[in-house]
């Protein structure tokens, strides 16, 4: 690999994490897609090739390309890249497979160019992909991706994200349903409004999970993820979610929820061998309704983005 040409992994992520809708995401670790950048000596960026899923080579269509197009209307000189994506997230998992491809762009760039732009400008141009997938411009996947571990988007105006501590002992466990939900229409089912009664519960569970990242408070964690506002509504649009969520409870989950926008089921559990049996309650659910399925446990990933080296 050249100094003009970089491989990188860019992990899959889970966004909202229950109680933070639009501002709360989290890196996983083993989970992502593949990417090469190299430079060329033409201005701007193309697309060159992507395996695994049929996705558009329009840059401005593509949400890797879109990304790179904003970091290279801000960047101070002229320079070309050229993008190949091997894309292992599935469209519409609710694992940030559009953010995947948007970030890792990014953050590879910004490598071959001796890296100008800092993380938050980096997420601000990724946003900008993720505006091209689902119409919004949101930075929940985006974050962690870049950041890794947990990150809080504090505020999107002006874009202020803040990197939160990972416990040790904290695992992640995703079931993705083979069905597609598209984050577009998922929003679409979003209410508007809420009550302020459901406002200051999920303002509270928000509050309790940061304290208990911090604190590394398990139980504290585990209280805290409850989504009074999003999941009643979205859960509705995925097979089995009562019952795979009731499973992961008793298998020893510290709490289970929609992985993003949807199908993608989430859990948090302490410790690989609760983990292992949280997945294992999963799977049995879903074989037992008799729904195809993918099964990850992971790490809380904290490097997020990183390079390659053959």
Same mark, same amino acid.
């Given at each position: 690999?050249?100094?003009?040409?970089?491989?990188?992994?860019?992990? +899959?992520?889970?966004?909202?994490?229950?109680?933070?809708?639009?501002?709360?995401? =989290?890196?996983?670790?083993?989970?992502?897609?593949?990417?090469?950048?190299?430079?060329?000596?033409?201005?701007?960026?193309?697309?060159?090739?992507?395996?695994?899923?049929?996705?558009? =080579?329009?840059?401005?269509?593509?949400?890797?390309?879109?990304?790179?197009?904003?970091?290279?209307?801000?960047?101070?000189?002229?320079?070309?890249?050229?993008?190949?994506?091997?894309?292992?997230?599935?469209?519409?998992?609710?694992?940030?497979?559009?953010?995947?491809?948007?970030?890792?762009?990014?953050?590879?760039?910004?490598?071959?160019?001796?890296?100008?732009?800092?993380?938050?400008?980096?997420?601000?141009? +990724?946003?900008?992909?993720?505006?091209?997938?689902?119409?919004?411009?949101?930075?929940?996947?985006?974050?962690?991706?870049?950041?890794?571990?947990?990150?809080?988007?504090?505020?999107?105006?002006?874009?202020?994200?803040?990197?939160?501590?990972?416990?040790?002992?904290?695992?992640?466990?995703?079931?993705?349903?083979?069905?597609?939900?598209?984050?577009?229409?998922?929003?679409?089912?979003?209410?508007?409004?809420?009550?302020?009664?459901?406002?200051?519960?999920?303002?509270?569970?928000?509050?309790?999970?940061?304290?208990?990242?911090?604190?590394?408070?398990?139980?504290?964690?585990?209280?805290?993820?409850?989504?009074?506002?999003?999941?009643?509504?979205?859960?509705?649009?995925?097979?089995?979610?009562?019952?795979?969520?009731?499973?992961?409870?008793?298998?020893?989950? =510290?709490?289970?929820?929609?992985?993003?926008?949807?199908?993608?089921?989430?859990? =948090?559990?302490?410790?690989?061998?609760?983990?292992?049996?949280?997945?294992?309650?999963?799977?049995?659910?879903?074989?037992?309704?008799?729904?195809?399925?993918?099964?990850?446990?992971?790490?809380?990933?904290?490097?997020?983005?990183?390079?390659?080296?053959?």
């Amino acid at each position: 690999m050249s100094k003009d040409e970089i491989k990188i992994f860019c992990p +899959a992520t889970i966004a909202n994490v229950s109680c933070g809708f639009d501002v709360l995401g =989290l890196a996983l670790d083993g989970v992502g897609d593949e990417m090469v950048v190299r430079k060329t000596d033409q201005r701007g960026v193309s697309i060159k090739k992507i395996t695994g899923q049929d996705l558009p =080579l329009d840059p401005q269509k593509n949400v890797a390309g879109a990304a790179v197009l904003a970091l290279l209307d801000a960047y101070d000189g002229d320079a070309g890249f050229e993008i190949e994506i091997d894309k292992r997230i599935k469209p519409g998992s609710g694992i940030g497979s559009s953010a995947a491809s948007a970030a890792g762009a990014v953050w590879a760039v910004n490598q071959l160019l001796g890296n100008p732009f800092t993380k938050l400008q980096l997420v601000a141009f +990724a946003m900008q992909g993720e505006k091209v997938a689902s119409g919004v411009a949101h930075a929940d996947n985006v974050a962690p991706a870049i950041y890794g571990g947990f990150t809080l988007v504090r505020s999107y105006h002006p874009l202020d994200v803040v990197a939160l501590p990972s416990p040790k002992e904290l695992y992640a466990i995703v079931i993705h349903p083979q069905i597609e939900i598209k984050t577009a229409d998922s929003r679409k089912v979003i209410k508007a409004n809420i009550s302020l009664e459901k406002g200051i519960k999920q303002w509270g569970n928000l509050a309790g999970l940061v304290a208990g990242l911090f604190t590394e408070d398990y139980d504290l964690i585990g209280r805290s993820l409850e989504d009074h506002i999003i999941e009643p509504i979205r859960s509705i649009l995925i097979p089995g979610f009562d019952d795979i969520k009731a499973a992961s409870m008793a298998a020893g989950a =510290l709490g289970c929820g929609i992985s993003g926008s949807g199908p993608s089921i989430f859990a =948090l559990s302490k410790r690989s061998d609760k983990a292992q049996n949280v997945a294992a309650a999963m799977k049995d659910t879903y074989q037992k309704l008799n729904v195809d399925f993918d099964v990850h446990v992971s790490k809380i990933n904290i490097e997020g983005i990183k390079v390659i080296k053959k």
